[in-house]
């Protein structure tokens, strides 16, 4: 069946340094969402990317979209301690595919 | 406008009980989705409700069964409680023809 593979598992940075999530399906996808945990919470819709090749920013966040639809990226530039949690990628293969298939996600950790 | 609601917040059951969770969606959206989440994992897709029939369905046992009700609001049911099926429950609403899901806070459901 269809899997999402994610790196790292985690991630601990200096407030102010880069993070870079990579997450990489199985299958072609209709479309891919990211979503944030943080701890004790539950997964919050960030973004979703549903072109070839696209590029989505939102503030200090990066989304990507690989050119085959099978890869994506999330870089957060400058991070600050309100950015810590676990950031998920969400693949959907589309057509009569409802189903969300995640990944085990990057916990980022960030020391101020 | 609330969000995405779940009731309880917290359950402890014994193994081989039964078990009921229930979510009403955000306001305005009709499809409701359940996922398992396990200490550490990503959320496991677990089926799909849209005009109160199983639209998709993860690779869940029969154990899990849902049912939606005409205010799109949805149960989950658990019959004999393995140890394994302590998780993290997710409710997830969205709008027909629309992908992005919004989650609930959660049930946390321990079997004993």
């Known amino acids: 069946g269809q899997q999402v593979m994610q790196i790292p598992q985690y991630q601990h940075v200096q407030e102010g340094e880069d993070f870079t999530t990579y997450c990489n399906s199985s299958t072609t996808l209709s479309n891919i969402q990211w979503y944030k945990q943080r701890p004790g919470g539950h997964p919050v819709f ?10 989505k920013k939102q ?4 989304f990507q979209f690989g050119e085959a639809k099978k890869n994506s990226s999330l870089h957060i530039t400058a991070t600050q301690t309100t950015d810590v949690g676990t950031y998920f ?19 980022l950790t960030v020391n101020p | 406008d609330a969000g995405v609601t779940q009731s309880p917040t917290h359950l402890i059951k014994t193994r081989g009980q039964q078990v009921t969770l229930r979510c009403s969606p955000k306001s305005g959206h009709d499809t409701v989705s359940w996922y398992q989440q396990a200490l550490g994992q990503g959320p496991q897709f677990i089926f799909q409700y849209y005009e109160e029939e199983e ?15 005409p205010n799109y ?8 409680l393995l140890l394994g099926d ?3 429950y997710l409710c997830a609403s969205s709008l027909r023809g629309r992908t992005e899901a919004f989650f609930g806070q959660g049930t946390r ?3 004993v």
């Open chain 2, 86 to 88: 302590s998780a993290l």
């Open chain 2, 73 to 80: 609001s949805s149960e989950l049911n658990v019959n004999a």
């Open chain 1, 46 to 55: 960030l973004i979703q990317l549903v072109k070839s090749g696209e590029v």
């Open chain 1, 89 to 107: 990628c969400a693949g959907q293969r589309g057509g009569s595919n409802y189903k969300l298939t995640f990944g085990k996600g990057t916990l």
């Open chain 2, 109 to 111: 459901l321990t079997v």
């Open chain 1, 59 to 62: 503030k200090r966040l990066t």
């Open chain 2, 55 to 69: 639209r998709q369905r993860g690779n869940f046992p029969d154990r899990f069964s849902g049912h939606q009700f």
